[in-house]
Each structure stands twice: as C-alpha cells, then as structure tokens.
C-alpha cells in the first residue's frame, strides 16, 4: 500500500502546476515542523508568534487580546486572508490523548481510517454548524505523511463557502490544513494551492511511539480525534455568528435608544400641554368625585 501512496504522490507533485501564490516557509516549534504560506500576492499572514503591532493585527479587524484568545483556543496557528477576504487559509496544530494514541495515519489500517472519514460523510453537522457537510474524501500521500483530503461546503444565512480541508496526524500531533473559498466556488488556483502547501509539511524528525500503556495507548479509534478536522469552519462560522449577535445587539440597543427619547419627548409634550392647562384655567378643573365641606360628593 505504501508503494502505491508513494507512486501516487510523485504523478501528484508531476501534474500540479505552479500556485500563482508565492509560500514562504514557516515553523511551529512545539510540533518540530514547518510548511509553506502565502504571505504575499494579495495574502495576509497572521502567525502565532504575531505581536499586537503586526499589520497583520489590524488587518483581521479585531483587537489583538481577542483574536490571540481565539486562535490559541481553537488551535489556530496560521492564517491566511485574501486582500477582499473571499478566500482564508487555516492551519490549526494540537495535540491531545487522542492524537498521542493515534502518532500516525501512515501506520493504521487502511480500511480503519477510510471507515472513520466516511463517518464525517455520513455525519449531520446540524447542531454544532449549521449548513456545514462533508461531499468527499480521499487519502493522499506526501512523503511520510499520509492526509485524508476532505471537500465540502458550508451554506446558511450567513455564508456561502466551499472548502478543501487535508488532515493528518504525524507524530502524534494533528495538523489541519483547509483552504475556504467565500464566493460559493473553488478555482483550480486554490486547489493548486492548498495542495502545494500541503505538499510543504516537513517534521524535523519521525518519532518513535511511546509503549507507556498509562499515556499512549496503542489503538486506532479516530472517532473525536477526526473531530478536530471541522475546527476551522466551527470557528469561522461561530466568529460569522458572533459578529451577527454583535450586530443584532447594537441594533437592539439602538432601536432602545430611540425608543427612550421617543417616550422622554412625549412625556415632555404632555407635561407641557398640562402647563399650559393650569396657566389659562387656574381652578376650573376640578377634581373627579371630590367631596365638599360635609362630605357630599359635588356633581
């Protein structure tokens, strides 16, 4: 099997034509990897070592303290936006117990890891984000490492958006390579170069797995380590969902507002127009049912 990944991966990287997007070359230390991204060529790069003063910061549109606090939470530790914002480059890097157990797609079994992609096929996103589905998957080799490629799109009242997502895990870490296409289409541009980038991935080193039976143990259950695949969209659609509550907030609060100074001018009207009453009339309007002197209610 993996002779045949192997031939397949070189008529891959034989066929690809060059990206129109230059990649530089990035690291993630703590993983012991770097890969290449465009940082150029209509693309702004937001790192994970980026300071609050990277134009990169300002561009995002959210203020540094936030946008850390996000990335780092959801794993977040490149990402890439076009100059109109219609296509975004998210790579998310983590690791956990799941992906220690699993260390490596190349080393399961192929029917295993077929079976546990068409889970995300089959599986309705419907709670979790909504118009999100998984159309496709394939596994692809690239030098040691194996991805499983998924494509599918994303369609609710807020976004219209197509992806193709390459996922792995090598040396017990999961990266997750997806490129969203916000205009409803993937050119063969961006396949082009969410492969390249893929194609890019290189660990220092391959590890051997640890035989601590307490820490790592040796089974290949992806169900929840997969999970971390629709990272990006979840946060992409939440971040989509956050802005629109944002937006229904300010509006609320807006409509309040007018809403107050409608009532204040009104009462204000009243009180005058009672003024006025009072000014002309001193003493002819009297009281409903008031009583006189004996106690008998004047007409």
Same mark, same amino acid.
Not at 4 to 29: G, H, K, N, Q
Not at 43 to 50: K, M, P, Q, S, V
Not at 132 to 146: A, C, K, M
């Given at each position: 099997m993996?002779?045949?990944?192997? @031939?397949?991966?070189?008529?891959?990287? @034989?066929? @690809?034509? %060059?990206?129109?997007?230059? &990649?530089?070359?990035?690291? *993630? !230390? !703590?993983?012991?990897?770097? @890969?290449?991204l465009p940082d150029s060529d209509g693309?702004?790069? &937001?790192?994970?070592?980026?300071q609050e003063d990277d134009p990169a910061v300002e561009f995002f549109g959210v203020d540094y303290d936030t946008l850390k606090k996000a990335l780092e939470q959801n794993g977040v530790r490149f990402d890439a936006?076009?100059? !109109?914002?219609?296509?975004?480059?998210? %790579?998310?890097?983590?690791?956990?117990? +799941?992906?220690?157990?699993t260390f490596n797609y190349a080393d399961l079994d192929e029917s295993d890891l077929r079976a546990q992609a068409q889970t995300y096929i089959d599986?309705?996103?419907?709670?979790?984000?909504? +118009?999100?589905? *998984?159309?496709?998957?394939?596994? /692809?080799?690239?030098? !040691? /490492? &194996?991805?499983?490629?998924?494509?599918?799109? =994303? /369609? =609710?009242?807020s976004t219209d958006s197509r992806f193709i997502q390459f996922a792995t895990i090598y040396n017990g870490w999961m990266v997750n390579i997806a490129l969203h296409s916000f205009d409803g289409e993937l050119s063969e541009e961006n396949e082009v170069l969410v492969t390249n980038i893929a194609n890019s991935l290189r660990f220092d080193a391959a590890l051997e797995k640890s035989q601590d039976a307490q820490r790592y143990i040796?089974?290949? /259950? &992806?169900v929840g380590v997969l999970a971390a695949a629709v990272l990006s969209l979840v946060w992409i659609y939440r971040s989509q969902k956050k802005k629109a509550r944002l937006k229904e907030a300010a509006d609320a609060a807006r409509l309040d507002e007018e809403q107050r100074q409608r009532r204040e001018e009104d009462d204000a009207r009243q009180a005058a127009e009672l003024s006025g009453i009072d000014g002309a009339y001193p003493g002819d309007i009297p009281e409903v049912g008031s009583a006189d002197d004996d106690g008998e209610a004047q007409p």
């Open positions: 993996k002779k045949t990944f192997c @031939l397949l991966a070189a008529c891959l990287l @034989l066929i @690809l034509p %060059v990206s129109a997007a230059s &990649l530089s070359e990035y690291r *993630y !230390d !703590d993983a012991g990897l770097a @890969l290449s693309w702004t790069l &937001l790192t994970h070592d980026a936006l076009t100059a !109109d914002r219609q296509q975004e480059i998210t %790579v998310i890097i983590s690791r956990d117990s +799941g992906t220690r157990r599986q309705d996103f419907s709670e979790q984000a909504p +118009g999100l589905d *998984y159309l496709s998957y394939e596994l /692809v080799p690239s030098g !040691d /490492v &194996l991805y499983i490629r998924f494509t599918g799109q =994303n /369609v =609710n009242e040796d089974i290949a /259950v &992806l």
